[in-house]
């Protein structure tokens, strides 16, 4: 691993969160086991071996209480940010740290290693890669073709060729041999410089159509490296989904 940058950590995981949520509004702070959601994505990032701070990104005191209660940075943001990219930015301007890792504050079951694959994905792929991400074979019971799921096509250099709702690649012939498809996990690292360059791109064709942001990154010549790791839990959309994560595994 690369040493810090004078005057600041290396790695630093930024968790965004805000109160308003069409599907759940306020499931940052609804309870798993007793516990908030954020507070559990906040947890599980510190315990990735790469990370040397924690911050939640929010925009609702309700959400910087429940964080700094339970020992964590909280810094509130602008309301008006499109999306948790936005808000990353807003709070890493002024950090001075080489890689920011963008830990989603719905995902309270992420596994801290896929955030190390991440990190470790984005050294080995070379300077002029500017974000990672990760993929993961799909678990038992997940639905390959279920377009709430995202699929990621990786290139035979480890980079993203594409993401898609749709189920790709599909295999036109049923070849015994042929590449089964890899669910994208929401989580991203990015070098901190590119950030703001990222945040001013508009938003492009792809990305419009599929209604996914990475996308604006692909259409804008930029790589991204991915990871393959087990990535075994989903993110909290609804309540039914957080209910699913309730129950005895």
Request: net charge neutral.
């Amino acid at each position: 691993m690369a040493p810090a940058p004078a005057g600041g950590e290396r790695v630093i995981a930024v968790v965004p969160a805000r109160w308003g949520s069409t599907r759940f509004p306020g499931k940052a702070l609804a309870l798993l086991e007793g516990t908030p959601v954020i507070v559990h994505a906040l947890r599980r990032a510190s315990e990735a071996r790469c990370v040397q701070r924690v911050i939640a990104a929010v925009d609702d005191e309700r959400i910087a209480k429940a964080a700094r209660d339970a020992g964590f940075e909280a810094v509130m943001t602008r309301a008006d940010h499109p999306n948790g990219t936005s808000r990353i930015a807003e709070v890493t301007s002024t950090l001075h740290c080489e890689l920011v890792v963008n830990v989603q504050g719905d995902e309270p079951r992420i596994e801290p290693r896929l955030i190390e694959l991440a990190v470790d994905a984005l050294d080995r792929a070379g300077r002029e890669v500017p974000v990672a991400t990760v993929a993961s074979p799909f678990m038992p019971g997940e639905d390959p073709a279920n377009p709430n799921i995202v699929k990621a096509v990786v290139g035979a250099n480890g980079r993203a060729l594409y993401f898609s709702r749709a189920l790709v690649p599909f295999n036109r012939d049923g070849a015994a041999d042929g590449v089964k498809p890899l669910k994208h996990v929401g989580l991203y690292v990015y070098r901190r410089p590119f950030l703001p360059t990222f945040v001013l791109m508009p938003s492009t064709p792809l990305e419009r159509t599929e209604q996914l942001e990475q996308l604006r990154v692909l259409e804008n010549g930029y790589d991204i490296a991915v990871a393959i790791g087990e990535a075994r839990f989903h993110g909290v959309d609804t309540p039914e989904q957080l209910a699913a994560l309730q129950r005895p595994r």
